[in-house]
């Protein structure tokens, strides 16, 4: 779908939303155009500054697809015939498995996260999501037993994994299932950045479900003004703004995708140290990076270890974050000195 932009700002949904400007307007020859449609079981939304050539937004948008379609085809854990199902089916896997640069680049990413987390980060621990309820497999009907999970947990491990540059392959010293569900988002998002760059787009923001990389301005001058949610149910209450103007940005929280059993919450993200969901008083966590791959997987491994964790961490690394925390009366907001430049007062 392309529509132009009515009003001060482009929509931003999920994790993500826009914060209003009043009293803005836009360039003769110059608009904001929102492209859309369904991808990675979400949408996306995406804003190109342009002029009023609908023919181009056309290109685009089939260009758009068909780089979202690559990349599904690549690292979705939900198709059997994608690159990453097939190398989880191999039958040796302890042999090297040729994979497209796409996917070993995520692959590299994935195991610079978890190094820099600790393990917090884990992309083997694919069965233990699944084990869970929370992937391809259906829900259990009660929650997994402490024995089978100690197994599945012995068999996990990101150290696993080997992975060689040229030609690009992948092997593990013992099966493993990989998923990439917390950074082939962002991956996505900075594919479809780049694929807009290659075609002459300068000023833009790309979203998927809530994961953003932003390029450039809006025609009025004005950088990409977005707002971090409160961590509730209803959605678009904001917390705090944030303006770019490049970078990508991805928030990770439990306050949405969980389940209750017998009375007790379980979130969908895993702790790959322990194989249980967390039950920190971190609700949610935004990072800002170089890029959306990076912010993605970062903010997962933050959420996973918690605020006091993952703040020293941020503080160490120089790395923009923020954090949404449940306090005895009601929610803190904290952030690293590097995240303070890109707040809107």
Known sequence: MIRPVRGVFASVVLTLALAALAGCSFQEELKVWELSGPVFGTRYHINVVLTDDQARLENLGQGITAVLEEVDASMSTWRDDSELSRFN???SQADWFGISPGLLQVLSASQAVSELSGGAFDITVGPIVNLWGFGPEARPETVPDDR????????????????????PAVRTRRPQYLDLSAIAKGYGVDAVARYLSEQGVTAFLVEIG????????????????LAIEEPVAERGVINRVVALERHGMAT?????????SQGQRYSHTIDPLTGKPIGHNLAS???IAENCMLADGMATAFNVMGYEKARDLAIRENIPAYFIVRGDNGFESHYTPAFSSYLVE
């Open 210 to 225: 809530g994961e953003v990389r932003a390029s450039g301005r809006k025609p009025n001058g004005d950088a990409w003004r």
């Open 252 to 260: 990770s929280g439990d306050y949405r995708n969980y389940y209750e």
């Open 89 to 91: 089916r191999a039958p």
């Open 148 to 167: 089978v999970l100690a197994q599945r947990l012995a068999a996990t491990g990101y150290q696993n994994i080997e992975l060689r540059q040229d030609p």
């Open 285 to 287: 966590v935004t990072v």
